[in-house]
T-cell receptor, first 118, second 117 residues
Framework: ETGVTQTPRHLVMGMTNKKSLKCEQH?????MYWYKQSAKKPLELMFVYSLEERVENNSVPSRFSPECPNSSHLFLHLHTLQPEDSALYLCASSQATFSTGTGFEKLFFGSGTQLSVL | AQKVTQAQTEISVVEKEDVTLDCVYETRDTTYYLFWYKQPPSGELVFLIRRNSFDEQNEISGRYSWNFQKSTSSFNFTITASQVVDSAVYFCALSEVDSSNTGKLIFGQGTTLQVKP
């Protein structure tokens, strides 16, 4: 148990569906991240939120829409996805602030949502 | 641009063997951080170690040890007396720190380690 919970664990969706991935952290951290892990590719950073403000948007297509309503919750809203978006989506959190910075501290990961787009 | 290379895609060893996972990185910065994470079959990445670019001391933690050599831009990870529970995918990662105090963690491709009984 890492303190970061992701739901659902598995998701199958059609290209016209709209779904959301949820991440919740119980560690009191104030930075949260979405990563994408595809087969045969390194983990790719998608979004970073620090103190509920988005500080990184790594050229992700607009069909992925993040939302961070508070420092404990992070969502990834999905719509009109493509089959190549099938991947493991990992959420992470860390203790980071604007003064200490983000991106170089220890990350705590959830178990991920395995997404299949048909 | 920063880059992390883990040339070993898969390694298979028999229990109790020692195994070294290689990591070579590229960066133009003098200030950066290096990491190792473990991803067991359950999926979540687990932090193992973080080193900053100014600390070249090798580290040992139980059966795990890390060898950081700036001269060769390498940060290798050795597991001594491997166990079946060490079977996982291991990722090396690099983060540079920019002027806005924001880093971006770049991962290598990962090395899948299989430890057979």
């Amino acid at each position: 148990e890492t303190g970061v919970t992701q739901t659902p664990r598995h998701l199958v969706m059609g290209m016209t569906n709209k779904k959301s991935l949820k991440c919740e952290q119980h560690l009191g951290h104030n930075a949260m991240y979405w990563y994408k892990q595809s087969a045969k590719k390194p983990l790719e950073l998608m979004f970073v939120y620090s103190l509920e403000e988005r500080v990184e948007n790594n050229s992700v297509p607009s069909r992925f829409s993040p939302e961070c309503p508070n420092s404990s919750h992070l969502f990834l809203h999905l719509h009109t996805l493509q089959p190549e978006d099938s991947a493991l989506y990992l959420c992470a959190s860390s203790q980071a602030t604007f003064s200490t910075g983000t991106g170089f501290e220890k990350l705590f990961f959830g178990s991920g949502t395995q997404l299949s787009v048909l | 641009a920063q880059k992390v290379t883990q040339a070993q895609t898969e390694i298979s060893v028999v229990e109790k063997e020692d195994v070294t996972l290689d990591c070579v990185y590229e960066t133009r910065d003098t200030t950066y951080y290096l990491f190792w994470y473990k991803q067991p079959p359950s999926g979540e990445l687990v932090f193992l170690i973080r080193r900053n670019s100014f600390d070249e001391q090798n580290e040992i933690s139980g059966r795990y040890s890390w060898n950081f050599q700036k001269s060769t831009s390498s940060f290798n990870f050795t597991i001594t007396a491997s166990q079946v529970v060490d079977s996982a995918v291991y990722f090396c990662a690099l983060s540079e720190v920019d002027s806005s105090n924001t880093g971006k963690l770049i991962f290598g491709q990962g090395t899948t380690l299989q430890v057979k009984p």
